[in-house]
């Protein structure tokens, strides 16, 4: 089960900071990561977290994002920073083991925009 929030307009050079929260297998959420939508594209992950917090990110997000995890309550942030209108799009936030990727939650819309 998937809860992200944490998402609305900001303007470009603004930051916001989503949540997940995560439940269920503990395989599946021991690796977990952000993707994202933007309008009319794919969904495509953006930053990872591994069970030992090794992080990694795409290039278009890395020195901008942070991505962390609060393992005793099962939460999952992304830290955005320097926001730009090509960041908008639906995040989510799901395992990084596509076996465990059947369901995902509702996602949080990102609007860049001034």
């Known amino acids: 089960h998937l809860v992200e929030s944490g998402g609305g307009l900001v303007q470009p050079g603004g930051s916001l900071r989503l949540s997940c929260a995560a439940s269920?297998?503990?395989?599946?959420?021991?690796?977990m990561g952000w993707y994202r939508q933007p309008p009319g594209g794919e969904r495509l992950m953006v930053a990872s977290?591994?069970?030992?917090?090794?992080?990694h990110y795409v290039d278009s997000v890395k020195d901008r994002f942070t991505i962390s995890r609060d393992n005793a309550k099962n939460i999952l942030y992304l830290q955005m920073r320097s926001l730009q209108p090509e960041d908008t799009a639906v995040y989510y936030c799901?395992?990084?083991?596509?076996?465990?990727?059947?369901?995902w939650g509702r996602g949080t819309q990102v609007t860049v925009s001034s």
């Open positions: 799901n395992s990084m083991f596509p076996r465990c990727r059947g369901s």
């Open positions: 269920g297998d503990t395989t599946c959420i021991s690796t």
């Open positions: 977290i591994g069970s030992a917090g090794n992080t």
